[in-house]
Nanobody, 123 residues
Framework: VQLQASGGGLVQAGGSLRLSCTANERTFSNYAMGWFRQAPGKERDFVAAISGSGISKYYTDSVKGRFTISRDTAKNMVYLQMNNLKPEDTAVYYC?????????????????WGQGTQVTVSS
């Protein structure tokens, strides 16, 4: 499975961005997906995840109420809507697929990774 993330950019604090992730295989639509981010000099951290069914969603505390993860099975896409962005959200954002339906918040549980998209939030 090859994943492609897009939608990053430069935005002012309080602004919004929507990240998208697609895969080159239809089976991707059945798998749990996650978004992770990595700031310079820091570890890759969990942001949000969605189960293969799309029913279960998980968020790290710092983005709850601001970010929304969703998926469109027909389009083979997963999205991360990011509102009220803050400078501390600045990072490279990665989408990842577990290869199974159950989502987790642990990076090592995800087998397939996209190339990352840069999100920069200015103050």
């Amino acid at each position: 499975v090859q994943l492609q993330a897009s939608g990053g950019g430069l935005v002012q604090a309080g602004g919004s961005l929507r990240l998208s992730c697609t895969a080159n295989e239809r089976t991707f639509s059945n798998y749990a997906m996650g978004w992770f981010r990595q700031a310079p000099g820091k570890e890759r951290d969990f942001v949000a995840a969605i189960s293969g069914s799309g029913i279960s969603k998980y968020y790290t505390d710092s983005v709850k109420g601001r970010f929304t993860i969703s998926r469109d099975t027909a389009k083979n896409m997963v999205y991360l809507q990011m509102n009220n962005l803050k400078p501390e959200d600045t990072a490279v954002y990665y989408c990842a697929s577990r290869g199974v339906r159950l989502a987790t918040m642990v990076p090592v549980d995800y087998a397939y990774w996209g190339q990352g998209t840069q999100v920069t939030v200015s103050s």
